[in-house]
């Protein structure tokens, strides 16, 4: 499987359970909020720092 594929599920899964939500409420939170977009386009950096910055994104889309 892809490196990024691997990091997007274990950031998906990692919200999900940090948010205590269901998957489907979270995948509709990545969605809405074009985080899938936003891995592929910096995966480099976010792998480095962290899901964390998942968390800062979603918070400044203000979603």
Do not use: P, S
Request: with cysteine; net charge negative.
């Amino acid at each position: 499987m892809d490196k990024i594929v691997d990091f997007t599920v274990f950031c998906l899964e990692n919200y999900k359970q940090t948010h205590h939500m269901t998957g489907k409420d979270a995948l509709e939170t990545f969605n809405k909020n074009e985080v899938f977009d936003y891995i592929r386009k910096f995966y480099d950096v976010l792998y480095t720092f962290g899901e964390r910055d998942i968390d800062k994104y979603i918070e400044l889309r203000g979603n």
